[in-house]
DNA sequence: GATGAATGAGACTTCATTCAT
DNA sequence: AATGAATGAAGTCTCATTCAT
């Protein structure tokens, strides 16, 4: 009788045995609902309807209904991640990593913006997101970028007399803030012109003093 | 009576008549209740527990547990909006002011754990709150900044061949992303030290080149 | 979602899918308090508590407490109309006719006080109920009376020379204020003599004079 | 905190010290907003506000809404009764009072649909009507009825083969039928011309057989 | 004679969620 | 693998009514 603890969300292992279509639909239901509706304003009843599936199967499928949107983040999640992981074994040096990683990052947040809704708009009034197995995704992602600023400090091609955490937040912050109007009042991004002021302006403030 | 649009949730002018103690009551409660809990777990017969007043008090002051929220967020940032306006009088020259507001909006975030969580994570999944005054007072903030900037600009502080738009949304964000997990886990900061690290990277990328 | 007008109190056609036990017992819960207490008097929660089901299921089955209501009456009205047209089958002429209905008439007033109570007080003051389906049932009625007595005048029992609208006002009119008190203080009726009364005055009135 | 008795409604008595104005305002305003709505839909404030006085002010002179409501009824039913024993004063004979009751009766529901919405539509339902001082005012019209038919009897203008309460049952039952629908449609009535008809139905049914 | 704040209560509405089948 | 009924819980909304001043 008692809500369900926030940390009980089972978000479905990434490998899964042949998804029953009825889950397939449920998440892409709630996918495409999602392009013009909030989450909260979405009910069971219309992501089942959409679906064309009973609407109990998405307790059997994902917990619950933020179970469901954590599943559809994480798909998102995952996608990116082996995106960006494959642009950067093309790239050399930490900076010209960033640059990558700095244009996909804003490219991906203009292109799917039911991902970029849900990332900046959905899931972090939910406390038990971050205890979720999707936003330890969402931390490799952090990570990732870390590792490459380390990478850049240890190259000296990024300075060292600043935490690598305070560049990270400053360039995934400074990335979401310039996004969070577009995705909200539905503005497109000029992704590639963003992204060079933006690396314009932090390599400017992170690049070792030469000399 | 139709329903009132969801942009209509009317946050109380700024000055106000003799506010009826019930109305303070409410809010009051509401500020204690999201020191330890979210706000969509809490419930409007909590809070009118808590704050010892009739519930159908809610409605009639705040439109709806909604409104409340956004009064209350609304009662914060008229408080800092003051604090920063009235601390950057003492300032002359942009980045001695930036300086001075990202350690000022740190202290905050870290001071006032209530005013930051919602600002940070209770009212961006609400579509309604971007069309409310309590949004117009944050986009109050957000021109403060660029007019700081755009002076810098003109005194040839800071580099003119970078939108100040990106500038602002690199300073903000990275204020923001820096923030987020100590407000979310509940860690103290050292705003001092991180406000250092913060100017010192951002100066870095935005200051003019002389010579 | 628009408020649902009044006129759309939806009651449900007559012949249903195998009804879920949940409506009857609420149905059935509903006739049971009215036995003894007014309508508005009557809480949700009492008639659910006593049907012993949930208090929602009033909306999802009967759109509103007043739905139940012109719900109840329609099931009564139903059966009322089916008894009285049964026993007009075996009537011959109008006159013959109008006491059978007359009789009927009173006996359902006198032996079922809380479809009387329903039809008598409950449901007037509501103005939704005149565009309701439940009124058109209870129009109906007032056809098939008005029915009898144009038999009647072809037939030359009944004199042509008035209206057989204001008959029939005259003859329901009559029995509904005859009957207002016993039903409003909860007398007994001895409806035989009552509707042999009724008749004798009225069949006099109406009768045609031979010759 | 109990809802009061419906026993306690105490009708102000019929001569009154002068009122003060803020009484005759609300029960003018009821009257006003009656003509186009409901009771039930009409809310104290509402009426408060049209009669531009404060909404405490309900209780202070009429004990509460339905106390209003039913002082608006006795006074027209005051005037009624005043105007129809007047008029009956200048008739002789049973027949001719009853003609001259059932035409000013009419006229009176055609005449004034704030009265006759009150008196058909808006009291029945709530019992505390039928202990009130004001339906007394109801049943003393009802016995002034009763006793012009037992004066005719007693002449031997009426037949005394019937209970005499019974011919008023058809007498008062058929007028309110027949104005029912007109008032709950807003439909206008020609009242002579009904009044005619009914009188001449009822009286060929009550009418002595001489010879 | 009057006011405005506050109260209590109940209707209405909508859902997420659970459960028996 | 799926379904439909039922539940519980809140939010929403609106009032009549009370009370202190």
Do not use: W
Not at 18 to 35: C, T
Not at 46 to 69: D, P, W
Not at 123 to 134: A, I, K, L, Q
Not at 174 to 182: K, V
């Amino acid at each position: 009788m008692v809500k369900p603890a926030v940390s009980s969300l089972q978000p479905q292992s990434i490998a899964e045995t042949p998804s029953p279509p009825a889950r397939e639909k449920l998440a892409d239901a709630l996918r495409q609902i999602l392009a013009y509706k909030d989450f909260n304003s979405i009910t069971n009843a219309e992501i089942s309807k959409i679906a064309g599936v009973n609407e109990s199967l998405i307790y059997r499928y994902f917990t619950n209904k933020r179970g469901l949107l954590h599943q559809v983040l994480q798909d998102y999640m995952i996608d990116f991640l082996t995106k960006v992981q494959k642009e950067l074994k093309e790239r050399r040096g930490a900076l010209d990593k960033l640059r990558t990683l700095i244009q996909a990052h804003i490219q991906m947040y203009d292109g799917n913006r039911v991902f970029a809704k849900i990332l900046l708009l959905e899931v972090r009034n939910f406390p038990g997101y971050f205890e979720s197995e999707t936003y330890q995704l969402v931390r490799t992602y952090g990570r990732l970028v870390l590792d490459i600023i380390d990478e850049g400090i240890e190259q000296n091609e990024i300075r060292n007399d600043i935490s690598s955490c305070r560049i990270r937040d400053l360039i995934l912050g400074g990335i979401e803030h310039f996004c969070m109007a577009p995705v909200i009042f539905d503005h497109t991004v000029s992704s590639e012109s963003v992204a060079e002021q933006l690396c314009n302006l932090i390599f400017a403030g992170i690049q070792k003093k030469t000399g």
